[in-house]
């Protein structure tokens, strides 16, 4: 046999055990056989009850309660710039003193810090040169009328004796009104200023402390009082909302701090930019605050009352299931079927009935005792 042929033979050979290995495994897959088919279950809608005595829960049908929309929104509590009043030291120097201290309660004319100021002792020494050269002025102008009426002196030198007694005057005279200003008292020479408050009220800004400077009115303002018996409430309301706010309207405002009280306040602006990124406009709601329980900066919750009237609604209160924090009632569909249907809960009403703003409509027949229905059913 020729190695060609010998070669022949050995391929022939390896393609046969190829084949047969093929083979094999095509039987191996035949016999596992196609999956098994997938088994469907239908998933029991939970909110759907059976009962065998439907009668047993008496029905109400939902009444129609017209009622104008209302929006909750949360906001804070500012003082009322125009209420607000800068405390200003016209006198730079260093402050000796601290009388008063943020959130403090002040009078009108009650001293809250004293500044040692070089500004004071140039005042006074300004003030003591004028009064003397107008001392010397008046006695010269004495001199002078009495030697005019003896026709020792022109007329000429009377009138410039009294040209200097006049200009002395102003000068003695606008010395005294700087040292006013600057809040010091003529008759009490000294180097040291009362800073007092110019008006009544809670100081919500302090921007001086123990021996730091004061620059008059180059610099920062020491304190700042507000009157808080009237403050502002700023709320941020959503741009799809601002059709239910109008300027002059009214709002009710409760107290996250003091939920048992309440107040009403008036809307006085609405802002003209909203904000890029929430898409909100602020709205501010003047409030009297007699009892001054509301400070700055508190949490307040804010609701506003639309114009139109909608139609809600109104269930008694026993027909609202509260679960899982949502509230729900219980409708009836037809032959002994009952369905749970979520609903928004609004105000309470008279008689012991509940508003309902979202979920069923007048004229629905809900179960009468929602608790009851559910405590049977799942027993």
């Known amino acids: 046999m020729s190695r060609r042929a010998a070669k022949y033979l050995v391929w022939a050979a390896a393609l046969s055990i190829f084949a047969a290995g093929c083979a094999h495994k095509t039987e191996d897959v035949g016999s596992a056989g196609a999956p098994p088919p997938v088994k469907v279950q239908t998933e029991h809608d939970l909110g759907l009850l059976t009962v065998d005595h439907p009668e047993q829960f008496p029905l109400v049908i939902a ?37 008063a201290r943020l959130g403090d309660k002040v009078q009108k004319g009650q001293v809250l810090l004293r500044v040692q100021s070089p500004d004071i002792a140039a005042a006074f020494s300004d003030y003591r040169k004028a009064v003397a050269d107008e001392a010397l002025a008046t006695k010269q102008l004495e001199r002078a009328q009495l030697l005019y009426d003896k026709g020792a002196i022109a007329l000429s030198g009377l009138q410039l004796a009294q040209d200097t007694e006049a200009k002395a005057k102003v000068d003695a005279e606008t010395s005294l009104e700087h040292l006013r ?16 408050a110019p008006v009544t009220g809670v100081i919500t800004d302090q921007q001086v402390t123990n021996a730091a400077g004061v620059q008059g009115l180059s610099g920062s303002n020491p304190f ?19 059709s239910d706010v109008r300027v002059g309207e009214t709002a009710d405002v409760a107290l996250n701090a003091y939920p048992d009280k309440k107040y009403t306040g008036r809307i006085s602006n609405i802002g003209s930019i ?37 139609r809600y609604a109104a269930v008694p209160a026993s027909a609202i299931l509260h679960l899982h924090d949502r509230d729900w009632v219980y409708v009836p569909t037809g ?22 703003r979202s979920g069923i409509e007048p004229g629905q027949k809900v179960v009468s005792n929602a608790l009851v229905f559910q405590n049977t059913v799942e027993q």
Not at 224 to 242: A, G, K, M, P
Not at 282 to 300: C, D, Y
Not at 335 to 342: M, P, W
């Open 63 to 99: 009444e129609e309660y017209l009622a104008a929309p209302t929006l909750s929104v949360t906001g804070s509590v500012a003082p009322d710039v125009s209420r607000t009043v800068p405390v200003i030291s016209l006198a730079s120097g260093r402050v000796v003193e601290i009388r």
């Open 181 to 196: 200003v600057l809040g010091v008292d003529q008759d009490r020479p000294s180097g040291v200023v009362d800073i007092k």
């Open 224 to 242: 700042t009082i507000s009157d808080l018996s009237s403050v502002w409430i700023l709320c941020d309301v959503f741009e799809n909302d601002l």
């Open 274 to 310: 909203l904000d890029p990124n929430l898409r909100t406009a602020k709205v501010r709601i003047q409030v009297a605050n007699p009892e001054s329980l509301m400070r700055v900066g508190m949490f307040v919750t804010a609701t506003f009352h639309g114009q139109k009237k909608v």
């Open 335 to 356: 032959d002994k079927n009952f369905k749970r249907v979520e609903v928004m809960a609004g105000t309470t009403l008279p008689n012991n009935r509940q508003e309902i």
